[in-house]
C-alpha cells in the first residue's frame, strides 16, 4: 500500500512538473526586469547594454525567442528564425525579441555567449537581443533549463502562441502565418 501511494504521489508531482511555464494564452507575460546586462544596442561599432523590462513587448507583433546560452539549444529553432528572414515582415509592426540566458551555459561558455550576442545584434541590428545574465526571465516564466521557447505576442503584449522545445515544421508554419495574420 505504502509503495503504490508512492507510485502515485511519484506520478502525480512529474504531470505537473512536465508543464513547466507559466505563460497563458491570451494572457501578456509575467512582468520581469533584466537589470544585468539587458538590452543591447549598437552605437558605431560598440555595443552598449542597458536595462531591460518586459513592458517593452508591447507595441509591436513578436515572436520571443527565450534560449539557454547554448549553441545546440539556439539551433533548436534556427528553422523559425530563417522563416522569419524569408517572410520580410513589416519593421514597423514586427519585431524578433531574443532573450539569452546567460546563466544556463556550458561552464566556461560565458564569454562566447556573450561575443555571440554581440556579433549577432550587430548583424540584426533591427531586432531586439537581450543577455539575462542571472537567468531572471527564466525565474519570471518558470521555463525549463537547458531550452528554447518561442512565443507569439500580438501589439498589445498577449500570447497567442507558445512552445516550449523544438518546434516542428508544422509549428514554424503555423507561426509564420499567425504572425502574418496578427500584421495586417
Given at each position: 500500500m505504502k509503495k503504490m501511494t508512492f507510485v502515485l504521489g511519484l506520478?502525480?508531482?512529474?504531470?505537473f512538473s512536465a508543464h513547466a511555464h507559466n505563460i497563458q494564452l491570451n494572457q501578456p507575460l509575467a512582468s520581469v526586469n533584466v537589470a544585468e546586462d539587458g538590452e543591447l544596442s549598437v552605437k558605431g561599432e560598440a555595443v552598449q547594454y542597458h536595462a531591460w523590462h518586459s513592458a517593452q513587448l508591447v507595441g509591436k507583433v513578436r515572436v520571443v525567442n527565450h534560449i539557454a546560452g547554448r549553441r545546440d539549444v539556439k539551433e533548436r529553432n534556427q528553422a523559425l528564425i530563417e522563416a522569419i528572414k524569408g517572410a520580410q515582415f513589416d519593421r514597423a509592426k514586427y519585431q524578433t525579441t531574443t532573450i539569452i540566458n546567460a546563466d544556463?551555459?556550458?561552464?566556461?561558455t560565458g564569454s562566447f555567449v556573450k561575443s555571440g550576442a554581440e556579433k549577432?545584434?550587430?548583424?540584426?541590428?533591427?531586432?531586439?537581443?537581450?543577455?539575462?545574465?542571472?537567468?531572471?526571465?527564466?525565474?519570471?516564466?518558470?521555463?525549463?533549463?537547458?531550452e528554447s521557447?518561442?512565443?507569439v505576442l500580438d501589439k498589445a503584449g498577449k500570447v497567442k502562441f507558445v512552445h516550449e522545445g523544438a518546434l516542428s515544421t508544422a509549428q514554424v508554419q503555423e507561426v509564420i502565418g499567425l504572425i502574418g495574420?496578427?500584421?495586417k
Open positions: 506520478a502525480t508531482f512529474c504531470a544556463d551555459t556550458t561552464f566556461g549577432g545584434k550587430k548583424a540584426n541590428a533591427h531586432s531586439q537581443v537581450v543577455l539575462d545574465q542571472r537567468g531572471a526571465v527564466k525565474a519570471a516564466w518558470q521555463l525549463k533549463e537547458k521557447l518561442v512565443v495574420e496578427l500584421v
